[in-house]
C-alpha cells in the first residue's frame, strides 16, 4: 500500500483488508514457538473471530463472557494448562503476573501507548528469567502506528530515566520535605528511612 497516512476509520478498513493474512503471520508465529506459552494481543471482535478460525487451540477471553468464566480462563493460562490465549488488552492487560510464558503477540496495532505497554509488561517484568519476545504483525501501511509507538515508547524512557535521577539526586526525602504538620490533628511522622 502506497499510502501510510490513515484516518482512523481508513485505519480500522485496512485493518480488515489484512486480516486473514496478519493471522496467518500470527498462527506462524506460534508454530514456530513450538510447546512455549503464547498471548496473542488482539483489538477487535473480527480478529478474534480469526484468530479462533485459524488457531482452534487458542483459548479465547472476552469482554461478554461471563465475570466468573473470565476469571477461570485467565487463571488457566497463568497456572500453565493452558499454552496459547488471546485477548485484548483492555481486558488482560493490566496488573496480570505471567512470567512462565516469554512470547506475546500483537494480531494488530494501535496508537495506545499506555495499553502495548501494560500488556508487554505481563511477562516482561520482576522474576522473568528468559528475554521476552514481542512480535507485532501490521500491514506495511501502518508502519505510522509503529513510529508512533516508538517514539512515545522513548519519550516514556527519557521521563524514566530522569526521574531515577531526580530520585538520585535528591532522595525520597526531598518529595516530603514540605511543612506538613498534622493531618487530622495528629502529627506528621515520617519513616525514617525517608528522610
Given at each position: 500500500?502506497?499510502?501510510?497516512?490513515?484516518?482512523?476509520i481508513?485505519?480500522?478498513?485496512?485493518?480488515s483488508?489484512?486480516?486473514?493474512?496478519r493471522v496467518?503471520r500470527?498462527?506462524?508465529?506460534?508454530?514456530?514457538?513450538?510447546?512455549?506459552?503464547?498471548?496473542?494481543?488482539h483489538?477487535t471482535?473480527?480478529?478474534?473471530?480469526e484468530?479462533?478460525?485459524?488457531?482452534?487451540?487458542?483459548?479465547?477471553?472476552?469482554?461478554?463472557q461471563d465475570p466468573?468464566?473470565?476469571e477461570?480462563?485467565?487463571?488457566?493460562?497463568?497456572?500453565?494448562?493452558?499454552?496459547?490465549?488471546?485477548?485484548?488488552?483492555?481486558?488482560?492487560?493490566?496488573?496480570?503476573?505471567?512470567?512462565?510464558?516469554?512470547?506475546?503477540?500483537?494480531a494488530?496495532?494501535?496508537?495506545?501507548?499506555?495499553?502495548w505497554?501494560?500488556?508487554?509488561?505481563?511477562?516482561h517484568?520482576?522474576?522473568?528469567?528468559?528475554?521476552?519476545?514481542?512480535?507485532?504483525?501490521?500491514?506495511?501501511s501502518?508502519?505510522?502506528?509503529?513510529?508512533?509507538?516508538?517514539?512515545?515508547?522513548?519519550?516514556?524512557?527519557?521521563?524514566?530515566?530522569?526521574?531515577v535521577?531526580?530520585?538520585?539526586?535528591?532522595?525520597l526525602?526531598?518529595?516530603?520535605?514540605t511543612?506538613?504538620?498534622?493531618?487530622?490533628?495528629?502529627?506528621?511522622?515520617?519513616?525514617?528511612?525517608?528522610?
Amino acid at each position: 500500500y502506497a499510502d501510510t497516512n490513515h484516518s482512523a476509520i481508513e485505519a480500522w478498513q485496512e485493518k480488515s483488508v489484512t486480516l486473514t493474512d496478519r493471522v496467518q503471520r500470527v498462527k506462524e508465529i506460534v508454530e514456530q514457538g513450538g510447546d512455549d506459552f503464547h498471548i496473542i494481543w488482539h483489538d477487535t471482535d473480527y480478529e478474534r473471530d480469526e484468530i479462533k478460525r485459524q488457531i482452534p487451540s487458542a483459548t479465547i477471553v472476552t469482554g461478554s463472557q461471563d465475570p466468573d468464566e473470565k476469571e477461570r480462563l485467565l487463571s488457566a493460562f497463568t497456572d500453565g494448562s493452558v499454552k496459547v490465549m488471546a485477548t485484548k488488552p483492555k481486558i488482560g492487560g493490566w496488573g496480570l503476573n505471567w512470567q512462565h510464558c516469554n512470547r506475546m503477540i500483537f494480531a494488530g496495532l494501535t496508537h495506545k501507548f499506555e495499553e502495548w505497554y501494560q500488556a508487554i509488561g505481563r511477562c516482561h517484568r520482576f522474576h522473568q528469567s528468559r528475554g521476552v519476545h514481542v512480535y507485532m504483525v501490521y500491514a506495511e501501511s501502518e508502519a505510522g502506528i509503529v513510529d508512533t509507538l516508538n517514539t512515545k515508547r522513548l519519550k516514556h524512557e527519557a521521563m524514566h530515566r530522569e526521574m531515577v535521577e531526580a530520585m538520585r539526586e535528591h532522595g525520597l526525602g526531598a518529595l516530603y520535605q514540605t511543612n506538613l504538620s498534622l493531618i487530622n490533628g495528629q502529627p506528621i511522622r515520617l519513616p525514617k528511612w525517608l528522610n
